[in-house]
């Protein structure tokens, strides 16, 4: 994935003018065209569009590129309308932040990956003969909002719960966005179209190419500090709040010099500090903090 992505972002600095501009816009605004052309012919004009591998195969070559275009059918003019603005922002987002080229990329592999994909599954149930949709753009549109999420996690959004609108950040909305994946590969092994299954996974995949060097890396550094808040080596500052409290209840003063003797109850104008470097939570006096011998367990 690693070196995929390098060769992604050397082609895109050599070819800056790559791709078409707005890219995002041209397919809200033909999605939408598309919508309500379908409600005044009654559902008739998408099917003429969508990506069948039995039509393709029998000269309709313009749904290997058509097929994007082609909204959810199943959804309403609100949703529809929603999710058409929701994909026209996180794709300008993203337009914005790798510039043209690389987005045209990332958007365009996705097409691709799709297209072969559903040609593969159209020659495994028969080739001309399947006549069903066997691609859609639905997993690579929701793959923008994962690659926001991955870039921004930390975003505020609003969602609505009815009418209540609701402050959540991105990684949290990003958590739904996957199991909508999932549940597309569920629903495909419930129905025995295990082929099916293969359509949210490659719209993933495109995802994982631009994205997996940094899933990796963020993982190595979850694990790493996990790693190092385990180790004995490491101090934990609440463990030491707590035993300093059992330490004051039961000896009646809150500081204690290991050096001297010195406590804040018999001292309250002295300072105390505990050393990072030695071992216990030891505590000493401003005298001693910066001149005594560090104890270890080693």
Not at 188 to 214: E, H, K, R, W
Request: net charge positive; proline share 4%; aromatic share 14%.
């Amino acid at each position: 994935m690693k070196k995929i992505d390098a060769a992604i972002s050397r082609f895109c600095y050599r070819h800056p003018n790559f791709g078409i501009p707005n890219l995002m816009l041209i397919l809200v605004v033909g999605n939408a065209l598309v919508y309500v052309m379908d409600a005044l012919s009654r559902g008739t004009f998408s099917p003429i569009l969508s990506f069948v591998p039995g039509a393709i195969l029998q000269g309709q070559l313009w749904r290997l590129v058509s097929f994007v275009f082609v909204p959810n059918s199943s959804s309403g003019l609100l949703f529809t309308a929603l999710m058409l603005y929701f994909y026209y922002w996180c794709g300008s987002q993203l337009e914005q932040l790798w510039g043209t080229a690389r987005f045209n990329v990332f958007y365009l592999g996705g097409v691709l990956l799709s297209a072969l994909t559903g040609m593969a599954i159209g020659m495994a149930y028969g080739g001309a003969a399947c006549t069903f949709v066997t691609a859609d753009m639905q997993y690579v549109n929701l793959s923008l909002f994962l690659s926001i999420a991955t870039l921004y996690p930390d975003m505020q959004m609003i969602i609505f719960a009815g009418f209540i609108p609701l402050p959540v950040r991105a990684k949290w909305v990003a958590w739904f966005d996957l199991a909508v994946f999932a549940w597309g590969v569920v629903q495909c092994v419930i129905s025995g179209q295990f082929l099916m299954a293969l359509v949210p996974v490659v719209a993933l995949l495109n995802y994982f190419i631009f994205f997996g060097d940094t899933l990796l890396g963020g993982a190595q550094r979850t694990t790493q500090r996990f790693q190092q808040r385990r180790s004995p080596n490491t101090i934990s500052f609440k463990k030491g709040v707590r035993e300093v409290k059992r330490r004051q209840q039961s000896q009646g003063y809150l500081h204690k010099c290991c050096v001297c003797g010195k406590t804040d109850a018999e001292y309250p104008d002295m300072e105390f500090r505990y050393c990072s470097r030695c071992s216990g939570y030891r505590c000493y006096c401003m005298d001693h903090i910066n001149n005594h011998v560090h104890i270890t367990d080693d």
